[in-house]
C-alpha cells in the first residue's frame, strides 16, 4: 500500500501488509546496528548530536515511513546508548528479554489501555493475575491487591498517598489535630522520590524525617523507634516509614523484620521500596533476604530493572486492597457507581494506561519465574567477583561489600609525587567517569556516599563476565593515568575531560 493518503498511514486489516512492510523494516534496521556494535555508546560529542538533531526540519516530512526510518536509523539507532553492552555498567538498566519484546509490539499495535474493562477484557484480567502473582511472591496475603505504573517514582507516590489518607481516616474526624503535621520516616538512602511524594501530597518539603542508619547504610530500628518518639512527642502524626530493599548507591536491604515490629508498634504505615530488591522475589538463593517484607502495607517493585522487562514496567502492590479506595473517582462516562466489571482506572493515578503488564507475563510464559531469578541471580554472584578483584588491586579503593549487585570504587594511581592523596582520587572520579563516557567503550556512573564521591559500577546483564568488568576497570585505570600525567602540565590541579581543570 503506498502512504499517500492519512488513513493510510493507520494500523487496521487494510493496513496490516503495509504495517508488516513496516516492522519488517525496522526490525532490519534494528539488528543490523546491533549486529555491529561493539560498545556502550558511539562517543560522539554531545554538540555533534545538538547539531544532528536540530538539522532535522519536522515541517517537511520525507513523505515515506521507510525514508523516516532511515533516518531514525542514522539520529538514534547509531547514537543510542546500548545497555546490553557488557561495557555499560552504570545504572539500573537492564538488557531486556526477548518475549517481552514481542509482547511490546503486540501492545504497542493494539493499543489497549487498562483503565476500563470495556476497553481490555482480558488484558485487565491479565494484569490483574500478575499481580495477584506478585502479590503472592510477597507473601502479602489474600486480600492483597495493586496495580501497574510507569515506574517506582510512581509507584512510591501512589503508596505514600495511600498511607496519608489512611492515616488521616484514622483520626477523629478524619482531620489533624491544630498545629499538628504528618510525617514520613526514612533515611538519606531512601530513593529521591520519597521527598518528592511528600512534597506533590502537600505534606512540605520538612515533611521527611531522617533516621540515622547503622555502620552499613541500613535502616537503624532502634534509632528509628527514638526519631517516631520524638515526633509523636511533637504532636505530629507518623503516616508512614519508607524502607528500602536495595538502596540505589548501595542495595542495601533495610532490617525489614525489626522495622515492621516498630511500625506495629506505632501503628505506622510500612512501606517497602523494592524497586531493585524485587528481583529477589524469584531468585531461589536469595528471596531470604526480603523476609519481613509480607508485612509491608505497600511495596514497589520495578520488572524493568530485576526482571529484565523493557521500560515502563512496575507495580505498587498493597497488603489491603481496600485502602485502593482512596485513589477511586466515579465518573459517569467510565467507571460509573455499581458497574461491576474490573475497571483498573479504580486503583490507579493514571487514566489511560498502557498494557505494560502483557511483557512481563509472556516472559514468565516463555522463561518462567525460575529462570529470571537464576539470570538476577548471575548478576549478584558477578558482583562478588568484582568486589574480590577490586580488593586485591593495589591501585584501587573499595567503599564496601556488595548487597546486590552495586560496587563503588575509586582509583588511587601513583602519581609524579607518589600514591595519589584522597582528596585528588576525589577530584579523579568526575574525571575519569567524563572520559570513558566521551570515549564510548564503557560507561560507568559515579555517586557521592559518605561525602566522597566514588565510581559505581551497577551489575545488571547476566551475560557480562568478571574478564568483562576486568576490562572496564583497565579502562578506568589508563583514564586515570592519563588524567594524573595531564595534571602534571597543570599544578595542583587534575585535568578533567574535555581539557577543563577542577582545582
Known sequence: MTEHTPTAHLFSGATVDHYAAVVTAALGSLTDRVRVVRRPRSGAPQQDLEELVAGVDLETPLGDTFSALKETSRLYLEHAVWFHEPGYVAHLNCPVAIPALAADLLASA???????????????????????????????????????????????????????????????????????????????????????????????????????????????????RRVAARVQDAGDVVMAVAVTAGTTDLGRIDPLPAVADVCAEIGAWLHVDAAYGGGLLVSRRRRHLLDGIERADSVTVDFHKTFFQPVASSA????????????????????????????????????????????????????????????????????????????????????????????????????????????????????????????????????????????????????????????VVDLVRAAGEDLVAESAVAPAALVLAGGQAQA
Open 110 to 224: 493494539v493499543n489497549t489501555s487498562v483503565d476500563t474493562y470495556d476497553q481490555s477484557t482480558t488484558a485487565t484480567l491479565i494484569e490483574r493475575r500478575l499481580i495477584a502473582w506478585a502479590a503472592g511472591r510477597a507473601g502479602l496475603g489474600p486480600a492483597a491487591d495493586g496495580v501497574f505504573t510507569s515506574g517506582g517514582t510512581q509507584s512510591n507516590l501512589h503508596a505514600l498517598l495511600l498511607a496519608r489518607d489512611e492515616a488521616l481516616a484514622g483520626l477523629p474526624g478524619g482531620v489533624l489535630p491544630p498545629g499538628a503535621r504528618l510525617r514520613v520516616l526514612a533515611t538519606d538512602q531512601a530513593h529521591f522520590s520519597v521527598g518528592k511524594s511528600a512534597r506533590l501530597l502537600g505534606l512540605g518539603a520538612d515533611a521527611v524525617v531522617p533516621v540515622p542508619t547503622d555502620e552499613r547504610h541500613r535502616m537503624d530500628p532502634a534509632a528509628l
Open 316 to 471: 505498587v502492590l498493597v497488603r489491603d486492597g481496600a485502602t485502593l479506595r482512596h485513589v477511586t473517582h466515579h465518573a459517569a462516562y467510565l467507571n460509573p457507581r455499581g458497574e461491576r466489571a474490573p475497571n483498573q482506572v479504580d486503583r490507579s493515578l493514571q487514566t489511560t494506561r498502557r498494557f505494560d503488564a502483557l511483557k512481563l507475563w509472556v516472559t514468565l510464559r516463555a522463561m518462567g519465574a525460575d529462570a529470571i531469578g537464576e539470570a538476577f541471580d548471575a548478576c549478584l554472584d558477578l558482583a562478588v567477583q568484582v568486589h574480590e578483584d577490586l580488593c586485591a588491586a593495589p591501585d584501587i579503593e573499595v567503599h564496601s561489600a556488595p548487597t546486590l549487585s552495586t560496587v563503588l570504587f575509586r582509583h588511587r594511581p601513583t602519581g609524579p609525587d607518589g600514591p595519589l592523596d584522597p582528596a585528588a582520587a576525589d577530584r579523579l572520579v568526575a574525571g575519569i567517569r567524563e572520559r570513558l563516557f566521551d570515549e564510548g567503550e564503557a560507561v560507568v556512573a559515579r555517586t557521592v556516599v559518605d561525602g566522597r564521591p566514588w565510581l559505581k559500577l551497577t551489575l545488571l546483564n547476566p551475560a557480562t563476565t568478571r574478564a568483562d568488568v576486568r576490562t
